[in-house]
């Protein structure tokens, strides 16, 4: 009964975070479909042929990988960021908070929206990417089940914000100071193999790196990274930042007086 | 069984200001209880308490019998609130806030609807059901928010002011309302307000809560016996120059042709009368000075009644 009745307040947090993104897609779909478009022409086919075959693939065919990845990343987090912090400013998340909905299940809902988001922003422009070149899956598993975590991971990050922003300003801090330069120095365009190796070596600090060369091996089977590692550490921070998220909601961290 | 009961609850804030001080309350099931004090008096927080929007920082509170925090879920089925301030999705319609409440509380869509209709309909809403909520007027959102809050059919309704800024036929219908439920569906209701002709006209219990305690706590019959003077405004047939001494009865004037007489409970109007037509002054209408409860309420904030309903020195004045 009471699993029954938890996972009708998850479907209706789903559908109404779902309905949100939808219901403004001139804000949130579209945007990043002009935008990698405008990757693909500029990086791939005005620069790209300049610059030659990296890690033995043209130039456009490696960065796709990482323009999905990126457009999933950013639109898996901007969506439960805004959404949660809209939700605050608003005062409608005092709905969920008296209601008896288990604090795991507004937590797993405001997840699936961002989730939602990030897979059809990145449906959308793996579509935008195949006018400019034909792409060939080596792995399906991988590459889903990467941009599935990813997103999730990305989801967590945005409500730990959502959670903590008292005001607009805060929404956009973190993406713009912190997710911005680690996804553009996570190998999105280029390899590390080509860096000196102070900078490869401290590029394996960043995370958004194994994300995106997890996601570009799926794809088309090369990667600066060995695979195993890049799941272990998304599963890791999926852990971490779950269970803090859980530990802010049961606290009431910037909820509750 | 009592609907809610506090047991030496407290609240201190971030900061150290103290909203709550030990509060106990019972109100008992099906009772129209009201909840008065001035601002700042800790109405709000004793509410964001108990519907787990505010943490407590000590003491007890249950929702038949329910700990809000321990027995959540149980607890938060039988409890329905109506917040002082509109806490909607500004963007969805009527229909969608009222539908998604009721699915946060594990009520399918489709069993959800039928109870949506019947509140939409009896709210006077059924017709805007697919209005986007921040189109409505205020009053239509007032009524959104009582419609919010009573879709999964709870036991125990918490209203905040919820006729605030609301013209006075709707909050007549208002009243009729929540009369109705009260009476009818067996629905206890504890209601804040500010129009104490509110409270005297709904609720058989009232407690009167100020800088954090409650200072009375009985039935509103109780707390208006308790009253032992009457103000009068009366309109005079002629002006008078200055203001009549009449004796045992102490009077005001207040222009030419008004002045203000105050009478005890064992005083009665005859005399009063018949004393002012000793002193020539003829009077040609009458009215309270205002409401009975109200006045009552601002002498027990100023600690101006003692047990007996005589007025004493004001403290806070002093």
Known sequence: MYWERSLVALATIARKETTRYLRIWMQTLLPPAITMALYFVIFGNLIGPRIGPMDGYSYIDFIVPGIIMMAVITNSYSNVVSSFFGAKFQRHVEELMVSPTPNAIILLGYVSGGVGRGLLTGFIVTIVSLMFTSLQIHSLFITCSVVLLTSILFSLGGFINGVFARKFDDVAIVPTFILTPLTYLGGVFYSISLLPDFWQVASLANPVLYMVNAFRYGILGAADINIWVAYALILLFIAILGSFSLHLLNRGVGLRS | ?318
């Not at chain 2, 205020?138 to 919010?148: N, P, W």
Request: proline fraction near 3%.
């Open chain 2, 1 to 318: 069984m009592h609907a809610l009961s506090l047991r030496k609850l407290s609240k201190t804030f971030k900061g150290g200001v103290v909203a709550l001080r030990d509060i106990d309350l019972d109100v008992e099931e099906g009772d129209f209880f009201g909840l008065l004090g001035p601002n700042g008096a800790g109405k709000s927080t004793l509410i964001g308490i108990v519907c787990t929007l505010i943490t407590r920082s000590s003491g007890e509170a249950e929702v038949f019998g329910y700990d809000i925090e321990k027995q959540a879920w149980q607890a938060k089925c039988l409890l329905g609130v109506v917040p002082q301030e509109f806490n909607f999705n500004g963007f969805e319609t009527v229909e969608q806030i009222v539908l998604n409440q009721a699915c946060y509380y594990g009520i399918r869509r489709r069993e959800a609807k039928w109870s949506c209709e019947r509140y939409l309909r009896e709210l006077g809403l059924w017709e805007k059901r697919r209005a986007v909520s921040r189109t409505l007027s205020g009053g239509m959102k007032r009524r959104l928010m009582i419609a919010r809050a009573l879709v999964h059919k709870p036991r125990l309704l918490i209203l905040d002011e919820p006729t605030a800024g609301v013209d006075i036929e709707l909050r007549r219908s208002m009243w009729r309302f929540l009369e109705r439920i009260n009476r009818e569906d067996g629905v206890t209701i504890i209601l804040t307000t500010h129009y104490l002709e509110e409270a005297e006209s709904l609720c058989r219990n009232i407690a009167i809560i100020d800088e954090g305690r409650i200072i009375e706590n009985t039935s509103t019959e109780a707390l208006l016996t308790r009253l032992n003077t009457h103000a009068f405004i009366l309109d005079l047939a002629s002006p008078i120059a200055r203001t009549p001494d009449i004796p045992d009865f102490p009077i005001k004037r207040l222009s030419d042709s008004r002045i203000e007489a105050e009478i005890r409970r064992d005083q009665s109007l005859t005399d009063l009368f018949a004393k002012l037509a000793e002193a020539g002054v003829r009077v040609s209408s009458m009215k309270n000075k205002a409401n009975r409860l109200e006045e009552l309420f601002i002498r027990l904030l100023d600690n101006k009644l003692d047990d007996e309903g005589r007025q004493t020195v004001s403290a806070r004045g002093a």
